[in-house]
């Protein structure tokens, strides 16, 4: 049983444009989200976050979104760059006790030129 | 600040084999977490190591065990190795609570 679903494995986007990527989550007791980037060959690094006592953050480019009532995140990216082509991954944590982060599976962005 | 360092980079072990993998977390932290990553799926949390005793376990065999030494540094211990654990280990550290996981590049484990 997935608790952390990301239903679109692939998005495509044009350089400069938006960049919006979507996660799921169906356990309550989730309230700290985190967004990480992949590439190939190297380790997850780590994008932007959002406690549950908030509902949007910001940082540069990169801004996230969070829907308590309906368990929706998405990360907004503008504008979108080539650089930005990786595997992102939504995160979960209950507590916020420092303990086990829940993946999705992963959305791939390819951002052309 | 060198980050989280893990080694090694890729491992070929031969089913029945016992494989160790090692991680050094980033300085200033010191729990560390390891993550199984099979091909098109993301880290699945296999425990979390803190003052060198395991404080959560995600659902993997006995196979798997761990260790966390004075200085942070960490292992992932598999016995057994089966083809189905092949896969990206990956270990992750962090400082306080309520901040990010810092990662390693990963260990390719590739059981044959």
């Known amino acids: 049983d997935q608790q952390v679903k990301q239903n679109s494995p692939s998005l495509s986007v044009q350089e400069g444009r938006i960049s919006i990527l979507n996660c799921d989550y169906t356990n309550s007791m989730f309230d700290y989200f985190l967004w990480y980037k992949k590439y190939p060959a190297e380790g997850p690094t780590f994008l932007i976050s959002i406690s549950s006592i908030k509902d949007k953050n910001e940082d540069g480019r990169f801004t996230v979104f969070l829907n308590k009532s309906a368990k929706h995140l998405s990360l907004h990216i503008v504008p979108s760059q080539p650089g930005d082509s990786a595997v992102y991954f939504c995160a979960a944590e209950a507590n916020q006790a420092g303990t086990a982060l829940i993946f999705g599976k992963g959305t791939t962005l390819s951002v052309s030129s | 600040d060198a980050g989280v360092t893990q080694s090694p980079t890729h491992l070929i072990k031969t089913r029945g084999q016992q494989v160790t993998l090692r991680c050094s977390p980033k300085s200033g932290h010191d729990t560390v977490s390891w993550y199984q990553q099979a091909l098109g799926q993301g880290p699945q949390f296999i425990f979390q190591?803190?003052?060198?005793?395991?404080?959560q376990r995600g659902n993997f065999p006995d196979r798997f065990s761990g260790h966390q030494f004075p200085n942070y540094s960490s292992e992932l211990n598999v016995n057994a190795l089966l083809l189905g654990d092949s896969a990206l280990y990956l270990c992750?550290?962090?400082?306080?609570?309520?901040?990010?996981?810092?990662f390693g590049q990963g260990t390719r484990l590739t059981v044959v």
């Open positions: 190591y803190y003052e060198e005793e395991e404080r």
């Open positions: 992750a550290s962090r400082g306080s609570v309520g901040t990010e996981a810092f």
